[in-house]
Every structure is written in structure tokens, then in C-alpha cells.
């Protein structure tokens, strides 16, 4: 079905986090860092305190009350404003709020801030060699079958061997709708819009800074203009607008510009992994190994454990992973889509590229070859999965038969044309969700949870299966997402939204019925008091009779009924769960310019149970997309003199537009995944971009002959 929110989308009526305009609203602007690294001395806000329209100049010379943080979410380690140090260009220093916006930023340009600055650790090249162990995770895997003593002997077993490093640039999260945090306070109750991936976690973290408890706090954020990570949680414009708030006694909302939200709120870290790959002459695995590093920012501890999906997606008796990192004054490091492996991807699936070139075998062959039906790492056996059967299906469609094994054998024109295909995998699970059902008197049902719709689907996902338990018509289903004042539901991330909340509408729909069951039994005016009432199609009924449930409730003066269900965490512990897909794609490359262009692409999906095929279609196509524009145009520059991002805006950071994608063919093959829950769907929200800067690579080589190691695959490296 079309997305349920759709029509107020197109329509301008969806209401985001900065529409929001209540009584007295004043604006704040942030004042963010001219250096990367060092101590701010001193702030002079004289002048700008004279501007018109200024109400208040906040500075870590005059803080607002904010208490320390008690743990990390992916975000900075403290609170705003609450000391003197620089740790990253671009941070936020201050915050003017006044009457307007334009007078909040007019006044913040009239600020000036002396520092004593330092240089900035800010190139992970020259970091590398000094990469140390991680600040949390294991530093080394091993996994090594009997009588092997080190990953390096079970390499040097192998027939034919490659070892090849391959780097990913830091990379921005782009979502079309900048951060944004509207805040008032009603005595001691606080009600904050703004734009999230999951309103409890919101609530969780200002409970921490402002030391208040979480039943005084409402977060409102029913839509979300994408999101992709840097929405999770929360960032230093929020608990400053709160506070700001208070301590004014008046609305305040804070809106981020564009530049600002390459710093303030957080980036996919830069990445080298170096991949040792031996097989035998048929093409067997014998050993993975894959010593990954990651950049990581001095202000957080996350970084991207890059090396870890060579524990998970080739089979192989044995594997070997590191984790190190490289720790920089840069903005915050933080999840962006699909977090280590489509960097992990990259490097695993283009060795599997560069190993079958040197076992003159095909790579679709070479990756049959070690498909397992057991987790690697573990030896758990998966839950479900058809990863053959999208390889061959795909192979079929594609016309994967057509590729030249020769590099730079196919010309097309002025265009040298090439084949390429990585292995589409994430992982899934199950947590704990739960939602209210509440049928009502005109007929409709509200299906209600602190969910989040980053454009996702997700609230025509639960449009879709209450209508289907209830028996009613899907336009007589309102859900309501991103609510603190509703049911803890699954947050938007790790691909579980779906496979949590899901199952816990359909529970939730099923004790509604039960309720309304009761009460057409037990009411003492109800037509079937004492009667043996089933509910079927949306109606009542006993005795041959039927009655709409919104019929019944309006005759019996009843405004609603209503049952609030919670699904429990996945209890299966003897199993592995990760949905898998094939990706398959044509490149073309200029033969004079050097410039790539992909020209087709197909979608080979395992995911189980698809509940919408239109807006899952989407998800897939849209990690694709993100997939390709990691491979081809992503790079955020960092200057290692200052620590700038050089290229901060949308101008200069390079996206996918239209012109960049040809049609996207997807095939679902909805398998249902029964182990994880019985409605057995598995997320897929990041399952695209896996895989997807593999299959261009490894198109591209096939096109020139050109094996490109360093991401984005850009025109110069083509030449």
C-alpha cells in the first residue's frame, strides 16, 4: 500500500520538529568553534548583548545548569558549556537566544572568543602508526580450528593468498532535515519537540542532565526527516535549548544551520582495514583475516569495529579480526547506516574479488562456494536463510552469464563497461515492545508507541497489520508514533523496528478484541450481554447477529475500549539471525574522462516476512542509493592543519541526485523467518548499503582493469 502518511507529507501538513511555534517563542543560535583543539580564554558578548532583540548569551563563562552524562549514547561524553576546553572544530561554545532567529544569528556574528589553541590531531594517515587498542570491545577475535596455532599458519596453508588494505573516507549522515528542538516548561513539567530516532532516548538522557525525573518530561516527534543515525539520541542543542527554557521561563527553539550539522551533531568515523584472505584451488576458504582501524573522535569513545563482518558472512575453519583506533580531535564519531559493515563490506567483498581473480574462478562461483549454513564465528545455525537461492535467482535476471572475465574487454561507444556483485547481509533481532491498541466510537482504531518514522514506513507498517488483525479497512487505522506519553516501543535503529513492534501490534490488536469481547459480554445494555461474542472483520457478534465495534461502543455510551500488549525480547538462543541478498550491478566508465556511471542494478532480497512491499522496495532502493554514493562521490574532507571540515555544506559534500541512479530492480523471495517471531519479518532498513561500494568497485575493475582500494572511487583514480 502508499505510505500512510504520504498525503500530509506532499502536503505540507506533517508537523516536524521546528514547525512547532508555541506562545512567547524565542530563538536560539549556536556559537560553535573556530579551532579544533585547545581552551577557550575568554568570550566577549558586549556587544552582542546590546543587539536588538537579544534576550540572553549563554558561554562556559556563564553556563547554563546542565549535570554530567551517565553514559555515552553514540554522542559527545558531556554536557555543553560546562568547561572551557576545544575538543573539535565546530563545537558548540555558547548559545544567544532572542526575540527572532535572524536576531539570535545577527548577534551570535558579534561574538569574539580568544583561545589558546593547540594543533590538532587530525590525520588518520599519519595516526595510523600509532593506532591503539579500542576504549570498549575485544581488541583481537580468534577463531581456529584444531591444531592451529595462529591465523597467519592457517594462511600460509592456503593454495593462493591475497593481503590488500583498502580505506573509506569519514562520511555525514546528509538527512534533509537539519536538527531541530522546540522546549517549554509548564511548572515543572517539560515538554520538548524535536527530531529524534527515538523519543526515550531522549527522555533517558535529559532525566540525566537536568537531574529531574523521566515522569516529568514529555518528547513530541511524530515525524523525522530522515535520519540514518546522527538522530539517535540526542545532541548539544538540545539540552541547551531545555535549559535555556527554564532558566527564561519562556519557549525557546533552536534550529541548527546546515554547517552546523556536520559538527554538532556527529559522522561516520574514516576507516582502514587490511584483509588476508587463503584459500584452496577450488576456492575454499581456509582463512579470513582482517585487522581493521578505525578514526575516533576525542570527544566520545565510538568507532566503527569495521573488521567485524569477516566473523559472519564467509564460511571458514578459520577467522581472525582486530580492532584498533585512531583518536582525533575531530567532531563527534557516532552510527551512520548500517555501522561497520558497510565499510566492512567494501574491503570483504572486494578481496572476495581480488582472491577470485587470482583463482581464475568467477566471483559469484567463489562466493557460492563458502556460503554456510552456520554462523562462522559461532557455529550457530542461522535461523533462515536463502542466500543461494538470491545468488542464482539474481544471476539469472541480471544476465551475470554476459560478463566478461577480462578486464576492459567490453566497450560500449566511449564507454568501457563492466559487471560487478556483492553479498547484501545484515543483522536481525528481536526486542521488547509495546504498543495500545485503542478502538473508539467513530469506528477507527489508534494504534499508539513511542516508535519513530524516519521516512521509513514504520507508521504504515503499523497501519497496516492492527487493520489486518482487527478486520478493518487500513484508512480506519490512525497509529501515532513518537510519543513519550505512549508505550516504550522500539527506538528506529539496528534494523529492528519492524521485527520489534511489529509482532507487539498484533498482540496489542488481539487484547482490544479480547476488551471489546468483554464488553459486549459484561455491559449490562449491550444486545449480547451473556452471550457467547466473538469479534471477526471489525464487528461483534453472537448468535448469527453482527455489530460494528464502533456501533456497539456508540450505543452503549462507551467512548473507547483499549488494550496496551508487550511483546517479549527474541527468547531463541540456539540460532543465528541476519537477513542476506545479492547485489548486481553494471558501471560504465568513460574511456576518455574516466568518469563511473552505474547504468543497472538488481536486488536479490532474504529478509522474511515483507509487511509493505512499496515502502520496503524503498528502504532497499534507499540504502542502494547510499551505497552509491559511498563507492562514487562521499568524502568528507578534513584539513590536517585545523581539523575543518573542508566541504561542510551541501554544496560542496557530494550526495547521489537523480541523474547519479538508473532504475533500481528489487526482488523480495518473503521467506517468513518464524524462529525470530511469528509474524517473521527481519529489518531492513540498513541491509542496502552492505555490499553496495563492493559491487560498484568490483564493476569498475571489470570495466578498466582498475582495482581501486581508496573510497570514493573518483575519475582522478580512473585516469
Known sequence: MDREDGPVKVTGAAVYAADNHPDG??????????????????????????????????????????????KEENAELTPPLQDTGVRYYGQAIGLVVAETFEQARDAAALVTTRYDAERPRASFADGLASATPPPNGTPVVDVLAPGVSSIDEALAAGDVTVTVTYTTPAETHVAMEPHATVAFWTGDQLTVYTASQGVRLVVDRLTETLAIGPERIRVINPYVGGGFGNKWGMWAHTPLTVAAARALDRPVKTVLTREQVFTVVGHRPVTAQTVSLGAARDGTLIAVKNDGVSGKS???????????????????????????????????????????????????????????AELGMDPLDLRMKNDTAVHPASGLPWSSKHLAECYTLGAERFGWSRRSPRPGAVIDGDWLVGLGMGTATYGAGRGQASINVRLRADGRAVVSGTAADLGTGQSTVFALLAADALGIPVGRVVPVLGDSATPPAANAGGSGSTSTNGPAVRLAADAAKEAMVRLATEHEKSPFHGQEVAFSAGEVRAGGRGMPFGELLTLLGVPAVEATATSPRNPVKDHAFRSFGAHFCEVRVNR???????????????AGTIVNARTARSQIVGGIVM??????????????ETGRFANATMADYLVPVNADIPHIDVEFLNYPDTLLSDLGARGIGEFGIVGAAAAVANAVHNATGRRIRDLPITLDKLL
Not at 581552551?39 to 545548569?65: C, H, Q, R, W
Not at 575453519?317 to 558497510?342: C, F, G, W, Y
Not at 576518455?592 to 532480497?605: D, F, H, I
Not at 551505497?627 to 590536517?640: C, K, T, V
Request: proline share 6%; aromatic share 8%.
Open 25 to 70: 517563542l524565542a530563538h536560539g543560535y549556536l556559537l560553535t568553534s573556530t579551532i579544533a583543539r585547545g581552551s577557550i580564554l575568554a568570550m566577549d558578548t558586549s556587544l552582542a548583548e546590546k543587539a536588538p532583540g537579544v534576550i540572553a548569551i549563554y558561554t562556559p563563562f556563564n553556563p547554563l545548569e546542565l549535570h554530567p552524562y551517565a
Open 627 to 640: 551505497g552509491i554514493g559511498q563507492a562514487l562521490l562521499e568524502d568528507l574532507r578534513i584539513e590536517p
Open 592 to 606: 576518455w574522462t574516466g568518469e563511473p556511471r552505474v547504468t543497472r542494478w538488481l536486488c536479490v532480497v532474504d
Open 298 to 356: 576525542a570527544s566520545n569513545d565510538f568507532y566503527e569495529q569495521v573488521a567485524n563482518l569477516s566473523l559472519a558472512l564467509y564460511g571458514s575453519a578459520n577467522l581472525h579480526v582486530s580492532r584498533k583506533v585512531v583518536t582525533l580531535d575531530v567532531p563527534v564519531t557516532t552510527i551512520m547506516r548500517a555501522p561497520q559493515e558497510s565499510n566492512g563490506s567494501f574491503a570483504l567483498d572486494s578481496a572476495m574479488d581480488e582472491l577470485a
